[in-house]
């Protein structure tokens, strides 16, 4: 059968970056714990604890070095390395950091789509800070998440998302990697077909058997074969492998909650020093209500201390409220709540959550004198 070939059109023009956390969960587990640093860690439940059940979250580069990796069971990380810590994950303290990631994210644009928990598409071909290198914005989020919450992340950069992705995974940890246009296509063929993203475990040995096994020798398969074997994967690897890949950033459509948090260079300790902090983040938090049109019932006090010991507390109330009054003297009594202590605080969070549009009733007006 005949193809009619029609000439494939790349957009390179705009600026994408994809951030990939590093390790996540047990980089914060490392950071929160010191005595684990350097030794082989496994985020889940010993199987002593539970019977040979269990399944790895995640595990360190230390314990990736023995074999193990994620979703592999609990027993078999242990046969590979006896000696490995076992750690049960903290999946609500893993997602209130990733907010925090997230602030940072906001800082450089809210062209934002988060993949998971630990990693996020950005789209910075417009941005906030007027930056014409992309480079420049991904060094700038490295720095402000190693500085505030000293966790590390790998970057990739590229003028779509699939090249963005591969460019995070190909340097890791702490790397940066950027695909210029030019560059694309010979990146690609270099690469192990195991690389690409979107391949995966169950396609490789197909993927051998039609003698793929590099970037290159999928380039050189037509379309109408790739289409033939894998159906659309084919279609759409048939365009990734020459750098190819139009799908936009696609940000959170409907915002759940809206807050602001500051991480301190010095941790905060008078009174005074605290209410002038709320303060401000009532007012940023107000702002960031009348710019998105939206009340809020539910008020998010967050509070860290310098050994990064973490408290959230919330209260909900029957009225809608958005003004900087209200949330201050609202954060302000749940900070009051909270339990005396004479750690110094590192950061402070207030956020609004329950959120309505606000909406002008149609009241309804004397036309005419009785």
């Not at 990736?64 to 903290?90: D, T, V, W």
């Not at 289409?227 to 936009?248: E, N, T, W």
Request: proline fraction near 5%; aromatic fraction near 10%.
């Amino acid at each position: 059968m005949k193809q009619l070939a029609l000439p494939l059109k790349n957009d390179t023009h705009r600026k994408i970056i994809h951030i990939d956390m590093d390790a996540f969960f047990a980089s914060v587990e490392e950071r929160d714990h010191p005595e684990f640093r350097g030794k082989p860690l496994v985020i889940a439940r010993h199987p002593h604890d539970t019977g040979g059940r269990g399944v790895v979250t995640t595990a360190n580069y230390e314990a990736r070095k023995f074999g193990i990796h994620s979703a592999m069971s609990a027993q078999k990380a242990y046969e590979l390395c006896p000696k490995a810590i076992f750690q049960e994950g903290n999946h609500a303290y893993y997602r209130e950091i990733s907010q925090e990631i997230r602030q940072i994210f906001q800082r450089y644009t809210d062209i934002i789509e988060p993949v998971s928990i630990d990693e996020a598409y950005l789209d910075v071909t417009e941005n906030k800070i007027h930056s014409t290198s992309a480079i420049k914005i991904a060094r700038l989020i490295q720095r402000d998440i190693f500085q505030e919450l000293h966790l590390t992340c790998s970057a990739g950069i590229s003028y779509n998302k699939f090249l963005a992705k591969m460019g995070s995974d190909y340097q890791k940890p702490r790397g940066l990697t950027v695909i210029m246009p030019q560059d694309a296509e010979k990146f690609l063929q270099s690469l192990p077909i195991e690389k690409f993203h979107g391949v995966g475990k169950q396609t490789v040995p197909k993927m051998h058997q039609l003698g793929i096994f590099t970037g290159a020798d999928l380039a050189a398969k037509s379309e109408w074969e790739l289409m033939q074997h894998f159906g659309k994967m084919g279609y759409s690897l048939y365009r990734k492998v020459r750098g190819i890949h139009d799908s936009p950033v696609n940000p959170e459509r409907i915002r759940k909650s809206i807050g602001k948090e500051h991480t301190y260079a010095q941790v905060l300790f008078t009174e005074n020093e605290i209410i002038t902090q709320l303060r401000k983040l009532a007012q940023k938090v107000a702002a960031s209500l009348a710019q998105h049109q939206k009340h809020g019932q539910t008020i998010v006090l967050k509070v860290r201390y310098e050994d990064f010991t973490t408290i959230t507390k919330r209260k909900s109330f029957p009225q809608y409220f958005k003004n900087t009054d209200d949330l201050f003297f609202y954060g302000k009594e749940l900070f009051d709540s909270l339990p005396s202590s004479k750690q110094g605080i590192r950061l402070l969070g207030i956020t609004v959550t329950n959120l309505a549009p606000v909406t002008f009733e149609t009241l309804p007006l004397p036309l005419f004198e009785k």
